[in-house]
């Protein structure tokens, strides 16, 4: 079974950085790939970033890239999240998704496996 823990949230005021971690359990963690996803209260999840098993290509959406910087250590099976020049539209639960199937990398249904989430503040 793969767990996944992520922490690094909290309340920051706008134009400030957070970064977020996500810890994977077990010994498969480089044959994973890793994303990061967001709910904003009332909204669907959506993609914010991901990046592949080899730690090559990453992907973002249009309203992180540039601010947002996704990363990955495969000794420490962490994924991060860097983000900086924060805004209150930031503002969500951020949630650590994993995979081993291939299609889009945005593709929520390709991610078998999820953390609890850390919640994202952002105050204008």
């Known amino acids: 079974q793969v767990h996944l823990v992520e922490s690094g949230g909290g309340l920051v005021q706008a134009g400030n950085s957070l970064r977020l971690s996500c810890v994977v359990s077990g010994r498969t963690f480089n044959t994973y790939s890793m994303a990061w996803f967001r709910q904003a209260d009332g909204k669907e999840r959506e993609f914010v970033a991901a990046?592949?098993?080899?730690?090559?290509?990453?992907y973002y959406a249009d309203s992180v890239k540039g601010r947002f910087t996704i990363s990955r250590d495969d000794a420490k099976n962490t994924v991060y999240l860097q983000m900086s020049s924060l805004k209150p539209e930031d503002t969500a639960v951020y949630f650590c998704g994993a995979r081993r199937l291939v299609g889009p990398m945005h593709d929520i249904t390709t991610y078998g496996y999820w953390g609890q989430g850390t919640s994202v503040t952002v105050s204008s």
């Open positions: 990046i592949t098993r080899s730690g090559g290509p990453t």
